[in-house]
């Protein structure tokens, strides 16, 4: 896995957790997860939101007012609506001199490169946050895990958390933490904090 290509790794990403949405019961989607603002079914539904924000990001749109959250989702359609955004985002990033253009995040402008990259760490994250809750296995690949949470650590040195960064203090990782638990502690999640 190249850590210079946020395109494969975004890539590889979605295609992990697509794996995670699928793998989703309807009767599972009223579950906690580690994001104490999302049950199971606004997980997604933010998973999807983000997907879908990182495809208009490159259009030059405006990702808060371009995309919302999905609402009025059937309960057995989560995996289709985000294979639909997965592969849109994806056609969206298909021209390779953006990863070296200025774009602009809603909350920062950046290059393409560093704007995908943080959105690679995003599904990464939220894989982790999903498959906690529904009881998947959560340590996804690991060589890219460990290049989403170098993604992390870089992007959010230079940030107070809390406010307009959407993340709490991190937290102590369980010893022997795989790298996606060791990216949901830096992120401020708590690796044992089922649904």
């Known amino acids: 896995m190249d850590a210079t290509d946020p395109k494969g790794l975004f890539e590889a990403a979605l295609d992990q957790a697509a794996h995670l949405v699928e793998g989703v019961r309807p009767d599972q989607l009223g579950l906690a997860t580690p994001c104490s603002e999302f049950d199971v079914r606004a997980l997604l539904a933010h998973l999807v939101f983000a997907v879908e924000r990182a495809g208009a990001i490159p259009a030059g749109l405006d990702a808060i007012e371009a995309v919302t959250v999905p609402a009025g989702v059937p309960d057995g359609a989560w995996a289709v609506l985000y ?40 599904v990464a994250a939220h894989g982790w946050d999903l498959a906690t809750a529904t009881g998947q296995p959560s340590e996804g690949d690991p060589e890219l895990g460990a290049i989403c949470l170098d993604i992390a650590e870089q992007a959010l040195a230079p940030f107070e ?10 937290v102590e990782p369980p010893a022997g933490a795989g790298p996606y638990a060791r990216l949901a502690a830096f992120l401020g999640r708590s690796p044992l904090a089922a649904g």
């Open 83 to 122: 294979h639909q955004a997965a592969g849109s985002a994806l056609a969206a990033w298909s021209d390779p001199a953006l990863l070296d253009a200025e774009l602009k995040l809603p909350w920062m402008s950046t290059t393409g490169r560093d704007a995908l990259s943080m959105y690679v760490m995003e």
């Open 161 to 170: 958390r809390g406010g307009e960064v959407p993340f709490e203090a991190a």
